[in-house]
């Protein structure tokens, strides 16, 4: 097939993954967790610095290094909790579209047998990604030539990460590889479905921008036409973005689940070809 028939398949492939959670909302209780986690995490962070407890800064008044280790240690705990539930919700989604029927605990259960790899991956993971805001973040602060180049290399930096990594998590979760070889099978796999990869992503971030929208104009609406009750509107409207938000990221764990499955099979997931996917054929790798 042509590079538009591949870029066709990937959005359609969005659309069905978006389809499975609603099928599936369970799958969404994950990322709840998971973003209150995240949450208290980051509000623990904050903490000593909202308390301007003396030890968050230095005599010049800047962050000191023991507060900057401290907000490490804590940025390094996010990526492990989003690690830990991106797998479990991954080990869920790989039942299901194999032709099982997964509870909740399933899912829980087959990422704690690989809770050692996933603390592991989870600070590399975190480690790489701050190395890249860093960057990012010293690409703003430059002018002239030095920001262009900084910008480039974080891009370049993002574009190869992502690629390495985009099926890490299925290879040790669901085949148990260490990240070592993982790394080196993601990498393969990623550019034997290149096209469907990019597109479910980007197709899964227009789906959700497009709602995004829609609820935010209704939300707007709502608080002009409720005038002091205003407040509910904003409620209603914030529980709704989260419910987005939590549906679209559980959205993109299941493709990434399908295509993993795509690429080792050489054809997609029996609910997705129930759903009207039946036409995906492709040859598997050796």
Same mark, same amino acid.
């Given at each position: 097939?042509?590079?538009?028939?591949? &870029?066709?398949?990937?959005?359609?492939?969005?659309? %069905?993954?978006?389809?499975?959670?609603? #099928?599936?909302?369970?799958?969404?209780?994950?990322?709840?967790?998971?973003?209150?986690?995240?949450?208290?995490?980051?509000?623990?962070?904050?903490?000593?610095?909202?308390?301007?407890?003396?030890?968050?800064?230095?005599?010049?008044?800047?962050?000191?290094?023991?507060?900057?280790?401290?907000?490490?240690?804590?940025?390094?705990?996010?990526?492990?909790?989003?690690?830990?539930?991106?797998?479990?919700?991954?080990?869920?989604?790989?039942?299901?579209?194999?032709?099982?029927?997964?509870?909740?605990?399933?899912?829980?259960?087959?990422?704690?047998?690989?809770?050692?790899?996933?603390? &592991?991956?989870?600070?590399?993971?975190?480690?790489?990604?701050?190395? %890249?805001? /860093?960057?990012?973040?010293?690409?703003k602060d430059q002018k002239g030539s030095a920001a262009v180049l900084a /910008?480039?290399?974080?891009?370049?930096?993002?574009?190869?990460?992502?690629?390495?990594?985009?099926?890490? &998590?299925?290879?040790?979760?669901?085949?148990?590889?260490?990240?070592?070889?993982?790394? #080196?099978?993601?990498?393969?796999?990623?550019?034997?479905?290149?096209?469907?990869?990019?597109?479910?992503?980007? *197709?899964?971030?227009?789906?959700?921008?497009?709602?995004?929208?829609? &609820?935010?104009?209704?939300?707007?609406?709502?608080?002009?036409? /409720?005038?002091?009750?205003?407040?509910?509107?904003?409620?209603?409207?914030?529980?709704?973005?989260?419910?987005?938000?939590?549906?679209?990221?559980?959205?993109?764990?299941?493709?990434?689940?399908? %295509?993993?499955?795509?690429? #080792?099979?050489?054809?997609?997931?029996?609910?997705?070809?129930?759903?009207?996917?039946?036409?995906?054929? /492709? *040859?598997?790798?050796?």
């Open positions: 097939m042509g590079f538009f028939d591949t &870029i066709g398949r990937g959005w359609k492939m969005s659309k %069905l993954s978006m389809s499975v959670v609603k #099928k599936d909302p369970e799958l969404m209780v994950y990322m709840f967790v998971c973003g209150i986690l995240s949450l208290a995490t980051m509000v623990a962070i904050s903490v000593p610095q909202i308390l301007e407890q003396s030890w968050t800064q230095s005599s010049d008044g800047k962050m000191s290094p023991a507060y900057m280790a401290f907000t490490f240690v804590g940025y390094l705990t996010i990526s492990i909790i989003v690690t830990f539930w991106n797998s479990a919700i991954i080990a869920n989604a790989h039942i299901r579209l194999t032709g099982g029927d997964p509870a909740f605990k399933d899912g829980f259960s087959i990422a704690m047998k690989r809770i050692h790899i996933i603390v &592991i991956w989870g600070i590399i993971a975190g480690t790489v990604g701050l190395f %890249l805001k /860093m960057l990012a973040s010293a690409a /910008m480039v290399l974080q891009f370049i930096g993002a574009a190869v990460w992502w690629m390495m990594t985009f099926f890490i &998590i299925p290879h040790m979760i669901i085949e148990g590889k260490g990240i070592g070889e993982g790394l #080196k099978s993601s990498k393969k796999m990623f550019f034997k479905t290149w096209g469907e990869n990019v597109t479910s992503g980007l *197709g899964i971030g227009m789906i959700t921008f497009f709602f995004g929208f829609v &609820i935010a104009i209704i939300t707007v609406g709502l608080m002009v036409i /409720m005038g002091p009750a205003w407040w509910v509107a904003m409620i209603v409207g914030g529980l709704a973005i989260t419910i987005l938000i939590m549906w679209s990221s559980a959205a993109e764990q299941v493709a990434v689940a399908a %295509l993993y499955i795509y690429s #080792k099979s050489g054809q997609m997931p029996q609910l997705y070809q129930e759903m009207g996917m039946n036409e995906f054929q /492709m *040859g598997t790798a050796a």
